[in-house]
C-alpha cells in the first residue's frame, strides 16, 4: 500500500524547469571557501548593502508598536500612494492610485502578470540572453516561451522588427523587456523603447516591462513604459536599487482592465504582502541620498572594471549601461564559458555567472560579472583575472 503510494509522488511535468547554474558556482565558491581559500565574489546580483536607514527604523518601530496583520491585497494605501507619487517625481507621470499593486517581489509580479494577461498556450517572447525566470515562469503556467536572439545591430534588445517577425512566423499574445537588462546591463533608449511597445500594441501583443534595475541607469535616463503606454504592464521592486532583496517586496503598474484579475489571483496566492516589509518599503523612499551614495558606488565599480578589464586582456563586453552587470564575451579564451568560469574560480579565485544560465544558443560564449560588491573586489578581482590571463 505504502509503495504504491510513493510511486504515485512524482513531480509534475510543468515543476520540470531547469536549474540556475549560478547557484553551482556559489556551491562550488562555498566549498573553496571552506578550504580556507580568498573568493571574491561576482556572481550573485545583489547589493552588498543592507536595508536603508530608514526601512530598518520603521521596521523596529513596527515591530515594537503592536501585531503584524494582514494588509488590504493590493498593499497599504499610504504605500500604494508614496509609489504612485515616485513616478511623478521620477518621471513626471500622474498614475492612478488604483493601478498600484505591491508584490512579494517583482517575482510574484511576474507570476500575478502572467496570469491575468496570458492563456495557456500562449506565445510570449523575451530576449536572448535574459533573465531566466521569465521562461521558466512562463513554461510552469503552460505558455510558450519564445527567445529572440538579440545582436549589436540592435543594441542587443527585441526591436519593432525583430518582434514583427517572430509574430508573423505564429502569433504572440505577449513580450516581456528589460531596461537595464539582466545579464547584460544594456539599456534601451527612450525612442527605441517606445517604438517596441508602439509595434507591439498595434499587433495586438501585451508588453510586460521589468524596471526592477530602474535607478541604476549610468550612460543614460532610463525610460518607464509607464510614461509609454497605459496598457503596459510594468513590474517593479524594493530588491535593487533599494537594496532590499530579502524583504521580498515589489510592486506593478496594471493596466485598469487588469486590475481586478490581479487583486482575485493576489488575494488566492498571498492574501497580502508582508507587512512589516511594506511598512519598511514605504520609508525607503525617504533615503534617497543614501541609495544615490551606494549608487555612486557602483558607478565607481563600473569605472573600475572598464578600465581594469581591457588591461587584464577582457576586452569584449556588451554595452555596459546599468544595472550592476557586465557581460563579457569569453570566447576567444575558451569555446564553453562554463569551464571558464569553473577553472576562473578555481585558479583566479573569481566567481562570475556563466552565459548559459541566461541564454542557451549563445550563452557559451558570455560571462556575467556583478559589480555591486565593494571597490576592494573589483580592484582585487581585476587584479587576479589579468595575472591569471597573462600566460594565455
Ligand atoms: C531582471 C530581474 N527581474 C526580476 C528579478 C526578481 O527580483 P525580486 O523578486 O527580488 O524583485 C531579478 C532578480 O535578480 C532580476 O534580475
Redesign the pocket.
Known sequence: MLEKAKTRLRPSARSGVPPFMVMDVMAAAARLEAQGRRIVHMEV??PATGAPSTAVAAARAALLSGPQGYTETLGIASLRRRIARSYSEWHGLDIDLERIVVTT??????TLAFLAAFEAGDRVAMALPG?P?YRHILTALGCEAVGIETTADTRWSITGETLLAQHRLAPLKGVVV?SP??PTGTMMTAVALAELIRCAQEAGIIVIS?E??HGLDYAFAAESAARVSPDAIV?N????YFCM?GW?I?WMVVPQPLVRAVERLQQNFAISVPTLSQIAAEAAFDARAELETVKKGYEENRRILLEGLPRAGLDKFLPVDGAFYLYADVSPFAADSFEFAARMLEEAGVATTPGVDFDPIHGGKFLRLCYAGSRDDMREAVERIGNWLKPR
Open positions: 546580483g545583489q517581489g517583482s517575482s510574484a509580479g511576474f533573465y525566470p528589460g537588462a539582466n521589468d526592477i534595475y513590474v521592486s524594493f530588491s535593487k532583496t521580498r515589489g
